[in-house]
């Protein structure tokens, strides 16, 4: 007797967190279910839709943002904030920018790891430096461009044999 009470009681134990996320998943699909409820017509089109790609994926496309759904998840609330500011930034954007936002993203996504390295060197010494510094930067700039092709190949050329052959004390 004492033995089957033990099975029982055993028995019950595991089959608690069952039972518990039966009920919260009940919770759930309750609160889902009022959600739906609450929306209006080209809500509720648009999650049909969103539903109908969805089936459409592979297996792989569905497991991979499965993935990413969980690290959303587990984001910090104020990171996810910042996300999501950004994502509106980007849809107020016009378009034309968008595509060159695009464009940027994919050049700089073919370079070369090395290369990539180097520029984000350069950006954070550009953002050290004082405004006035950077203005002073901002205008050499501007006057090479006003360089004609063969004034900046030799300018290119000086700079290159300047960084082979620094000169002593100047590092």
């Not at 090479?144 to 063969?150: A, D, I, L, T």
């Amino acid at each position: 007797m004492r033995r089957i009470i033990r099975q029982i009681a055993f028995s019950v134990i595991l089959l608690l967190p069952l039972l518990a996320s039966a009920q919260e998943r009940s919770g759930d699909e309750k609160a889902a279910l009022e959600r739906w409820r609450q929306m209006g017509p080209q809500e509720k089109q648009e999650i049909r839709e969103r539903y109908q790609h969805w089936k459409t994926l592979s297996p792989e496309e569905k497991g991979d943002l499965q993935r990413k759904l969980e690290s959303w998840r587990k984001l910090p609330a104020e990171e996810k904030a910042t996300i999501r500011k950004n994502f509106q930034r980007w849809r107020n954007l016009p378009r034309e920018q968008q595509e060159r936002l695009r464009q940027r993203w994919e050049r700089w996504r073919e370079l070369p790891p090395e290369r990539r390295e180097m520029l984000k060197e350069r950006f954070e010494k550009l953002r050290q430096l004082s405004p006035e510094e950077r203005r002073e930067l901002r205008k050499k700039f501007e006057e090479r461009q006003k360089f004609s092709p063969e004034e900046k190949k030799a300018l290119r050329e000086r700079l290159k044999a300047k960084r082979a052959h620094p000169q002593k004390g100047k590092e």
